[in-house]
């Protein structure tokens, strides 16, 4: 696949991004559980799309969490930041009650 073509006809997918184990998650983790901060937090994965922009730059977009977006100059830099993004969504979400278990499927069409 041509990374430089349009932003419109590219779409890079990220099979899955695994959030780290940071001090974040694990507070976050234990808000969600019901349990004491310190908790060890259980990993969750995310699909992840990746866009080259008309000026170059990667866009990042998390479609579990609407709103979650990032951007980098690089492949690894927007996913990276996508990455820190996804971390500050679920905390807000767990701080307002939101709930962060937004489905998000694959499905398989036919193309001519």
């Not at 940071?22 to 259980?42: C, E, F, I, P, Y």
């Not at 990993?43 to 977006?69: I, Y």
């Not at 980098?72 to 830099?77: A, I, W």
Request: aromatic share 4%; hydrophobic share 40%; charged share 25%.
């Amino acid at each position: 696949m041509d990374i430089t073509a349009p932003a419109a006809k590219l779409e890079l997918r990220t099979p899955c991004l695994t959030l780290p184990r940071s001090r974040h998650s694990k507070d976050l983790a234990a808000r969600q559980n019901g349990t004491t901060v310190g908790a060890v937090a259980q990993p969750r994965k995310f699909f992840v799309t990746l866009e080259q922009d008309e000026d170059g730059w990667f866009v990042a977009k998390c479609p579990s969490l609407p709103g979650c977006v990032s951007q980098g100059k690089t492949r690894e830099e927007a996913i990276a930041n996508i990455r820190e993004a996804i971390e500050g969504s679920l905390e807000t979400r767990a701080a307002n009650s939101i709930p962060s278990n937004i489905e998000t499927i694959e499905i398989e069409i036919l193309v001519a």
